[in-house]
């Protein structure tokens, strides 16, 4: 089990495995947050990890690894964090939030803002995407202040990442960011 709070979890170096494939599952996997793992993202992993991918109608919903690493180096202020997801051995995605970032960030509203979520497309519609959501929102839940977990997702619809975070539980605030994209709540408290 793969916890936010220890360094085992945060920092473990990541072994690439390229040669792992996703199982010929075509229905939805029982994953849960036991099976999923953030890893720290290393000289090791760090090509493995710019090589994920969304299908070709999520690309202009979804910015790539790459650029976001080349965001998080250029926005220090929102305190980027972001992991490799593996499942066992196999990579299947990438997460970024920001972790505390200054209130008066216009481009990051909030304290904790879910910045990036990427599950390879060998490997979506499997559960890996909640199962990575569950872990970041676990750990945000154990940082100062935290009430809300906010995101934004461009409008539209065919490959709009919006139906899986409305079904999460974030609801549409009303309003936008300044790029357009509608910003979403999840509240953190019961």
């Given at each position: 089990?793969?916890?936010?709070?220890?360094?085992?979890?945060?920092?473990?170096?990541?072994?690439?495995s390229p040669?792992?494939?996703?199982?010929?599952?075509?229905?939805?996997?029982?994953?849960?947050?036991?099976?999923?793992?953030?890893?720290?993202?290393?000289?090791?992993?760090?090509?493995?990890?710019?090589?994920?991918?969304v299908t070709?109608?999520?690309?202009?919903?979804?910015?790539?690894?790459?650029?976001?690493?080349?965001?998080?180096?250029?926005?220090?202020?929102?305190?980027?964090?972001?992991?490799?997801?593996?499942?066992?051995?196999?990579?299947?995605?990438?997460?970024?939030?920001?972790?505390?970032?200054?209130?008066?960030?216009?481009?990051?509203?909030?304290?904790?803002?879910?910045?990036?979520?990427?599950?390879?497309?060998?490997?979506?519609?499997?559960?890996?995407?909640?199962?990575?959501?569950?872990?970041?929102?676990?750990?945000?839940?154990?940082?100062?202040?935290?009430?809300?977990?906010?995101?934004?997702?461009a409008p539209?619809?065919?490959?709009?990442?919006?139906?899986?975070?409305?079904?999460?539980?974030?609801?549409?605030?009303?309003?936008?960011?300044?790029?357009?994209?509608?910003?979403?709540?999840?509240?953190?408290?019961?």
């Amino acid at each position: 089990m793969c916890h936010w709070g220890s360094i085992a979890c945060s920092q473990r170096a990541a072994v690439g495995s390229p040669g792992l494939s996703p199982p010929r599952h075509h229905g939805r996997m029982n994953v849960t947050t036991e099976s999923v793992s953030l890893r720290e993202i290393t000289d090791v992993n760090r090509a493995e990890v710019e090589r994920l991918s969304v299908t070709a109608d999520q690309r202009s919903y979804v910015t790539s690894v790459s650029q976001s690493l080349v965001d998080a180096a250029e926005n220090p202020n929102a305190r980027p964090w972001y992991w490799a997801v593996y499942s066992g051995e196999a990579l299947v995605g990438f997460v970024m939030i920001a972790d505390g970032g200054p209130d008066e960030s216009t481009e990051y509203v909030g304290t904790y803002f879910l910045w990036r979520l990427l599950i390879d497309q060998r490997w979506q519609r499997r559960g890996f995407g909640r199962a990575t959501l569950d872990l970041v929102v676990d750990y945000i839940r154990t940082r100062p202040d935290a009430r809300t977990l906010l995101t934004s997702v461009a409008p539209g619809s065919e490959g709009s990442p919006m139906g899986f975070y409305l079904g999460y539980g974030f609801t549409l605030t009303g309003q936008a960011q300044e790029d357009g994209e509608a910003l979403l709540a999840l509240p953190l408290t019961e």
